[in-house]
């Protein structure tokens, strides 16, 4: 009798299951005896959680990346973040462009479902898109970093190329792996290695519908979608408050930014309050910033970067409708408006599952951190976000953890990435169309 595999009902499967897939191949690659530095294989937690961080582009880790993985075990982090960035499905996409020249229609709607693709006729030119955008963007910052590593570092020039490569890829897709055990605390005053990857995380955190729209109309805003305009207003508000934020908390923190010039303070403090939209690299000691700052960080990690991109959380946008939402029932006006458009009532609801989902996610972690660690509030709160965000900063504890707890967090990075609402449909036995209305009733709120 022939057996027969689960078949994927719904595209949010397809997704889950390919980017299980590739965490599964990337855990095998990295044990092997060859990706690891010193002798022997690597651990199977070691691997599982490695090749989930970089799959879903997060940068967690619990073993220090140029001291514990060889040459190999580094080429394959950068590839498993190079395809997590491009989204599985968008990858496997483009791996049947080139052979078939032709994408079928499963295809098609896995990919839109992950790309976020409002019609699946533009599949094929969303995909090649994606990776035309992600190369060029990841080329140049490689091109600058490279030049920078040779010749103020005394780096062979084949070293710097692959730091300027590693790096480049890492921060376009928001990843925060490093070639450095203290990330990149050794370049904290170093304008031409910190702002272009400061700069390539910005980039990347847009999502790449706004990098096409841009790259079409840069010089007609009014033109502009409205997603476009609210990832572009929010994402300013949260840079440039998150950078004020971390600047002015840590100015005489001696640990952090208390021992650096004036220049030094404010590059280090502009860099450390862009990391939180999704990207773990840090110029300075995040275990010893002031907890308020922790807590500045967690909000920032949780709202995140923009959707059909590389970034994690929340999303800039939910953040921002949300917040609409909130200030047309305080004007007391029937509808919500955003830059003169009205707002669909579909994506309120939306909005509103995937910020519960996510607190949920978010709080029974920090939860089971605090009945079964000694560590506080503060660390429990930040390491769990930072899982579940994507973004890969921490307070220092994540190698020391339970193998339960590091478990946990290999699921929060997994949930984080793909989303609440897709893992939730991905789970849903069949999809539920109710043929009919009941009776209304109001009951009393606040």
């Known amino acids: 009798m022939t057996r027969r595999w689960p078949r994927l009902r719904h595209p949010a499967q397809a997704v889950v299951a390919g980017f299980a897939a590739a965490v599964a191949a990337g855990t095998g690659l990295l044990m092997l005896p060859m990706a690891k530095a010193g002798p022997g294989g690597a651990g199977a937690m070691e691997a599982l959680f490695t090749s989930t961080s970089a799959v879903c582009v997060t940068g967690l880790v619990v073993v220090d990346t140029p001291g514990y993985w060889s040459g190999f075990g580094q080429a394959v982090i950068l590839a498993l973040i190079q395809v997590g960035g491009f989204g599985i499905m968008t990858f496997a996409s483009l791996l049947v462009l080139l052979v078939s020249h032709r994408i079928g229609l499963k295809a098609r709607m896995t990919a839109a479902a992950e790309t976020k693709t409002l019609g699946l006729g533009d599949v094929r030119s969303v995909v090649t898109g994606v990776v035309k955008v992600s190369l060029l963007l990841e080329a140049v910052t490689a091109l600058v970093l490279t030049l920078r590593f040779a010749?103020?570092?005394?780096?062979s020039w084949p070293r710097a190329a692959w730091l300027g490569v590693f790096h480049a890829v890492s921060a376009f897709n928001n990843a925060g792996f490093a070639l450095y055990s203290d990330s990149l605390m050794g370049f904290v005053t170093d304008p031409w290695i910190c702002l272009p990857i400061a700069l390539a995380v910005i980039t990347g955190g847009l999502g790449f519908p706004v990098l096409f729209e841009l790259r079409r109309r840069w010089r007609r805003p009014w033109a502009w979608s409205l997603h476009t305009k609210i990832v572009l207003w929010a994402s300013a508000v949260f840079l440039a408050g998150g950078s004020v934020f971390i600047t002015a908390l840590e100015w005489s923190n001696p640990a952090t930014l208390g021992a650096l010039d004036t220049p030094g303070k404010l590059l280090a403090g502009f860099f450390q309050g862009v990391m939180p939209r999704t990207a773990g690299f840090n110029s300075i000691d995040t275990s010893q910033m002031n907890p308020a700052s922790w807590l500045g960080t967690d909000v920032l990690m949780f709202i995140g970067g923009a959707s059909a991109g590389t970034a994690g959380g929340i999303k800039v946008t939910t953040f921002a409708v949300l917040f609409f939402v909130i200030y047309a029932e305080i004007r007391g006006e029937g509808a919500v408006n955003i830059f003169h458009r009205r707002l669909h009532g579909d994506l309120q609801?939306?909005?509103?599952?995937?910020?519960?989902?996510?607190?949920?996610?978010?709080?029974?972690?920090t939860v089971a951190f605090m009945v079964f660690t000694d560590h506080t509030l503060d660390q429990s709160l930040f390491e769990v976000t930072s899982a579940f965000a994507t973004v890969g900063l921490s307070t220092g504890i994540t190698a020391d953890l339970h193998p339960g707890l590091q478990l946990l967090l290999i699921a929060l990075m997994f949930i984080g990435r793909l989303g609440p609402i897709t893992v939730a449909s991905a789970l849903a036995l069949r999809t539920r169309h109710r043929l009919y209305d009941l009776p209304e009733e109001r009951p009393v709120i606040g």
């Open 151 to 155: 010749t103020a570092y005394d780096e």
């Open 349 to 365: 609801r939306q909005a509103l599952t995937v910020v519960l989902l996510s607190v949920a996610a978010v709080a029974t972690a």
